[in-house]
């Protein structure tokens, strides 16, 4: 499964990086939404809620594959998209990415 990664800090971005290939996937990184915007097709999204060129949620709902907003932020409004909690657990992982 290709992942899409949209992430602005490099540690977190990495970290996300080597979750997903760890799973067995490939992981289709990005620390913008412009770079997002012109990536390869995916088949899930782990976007980043605040990112220096706008807000991941934007992206979220442009995208025809399911997100995962990532966010520091507890509750408030994602606009029903599912969002995972920064840092986000091993078990968050085991829920939504399988192991290939």
Known sequence: MRVLVVED???QRRL???VVRGRG???VLCATLAEARSAPPCDLALVDRRLPDGDGL???RQLSVPVY???G???G???GI???TKPVRAADFDRILPID
Do not use: K, N
């Open 69 to 71: 907003l990532l966010t």
């Open 58 to 60: 934007e992206l979220a």
């Open 16 to 18: 996300l990086e080597l």
């Open 73 to 75: 932020e507890e509750g």
């Open 77 to 79: 409004a994602l606009g």
């Open 9 to 11: 800090d490099p540690s």
């Open 25 to 27: 996937h490939e992981p």
């Open 82 to 84: 599912p969002h995972l």
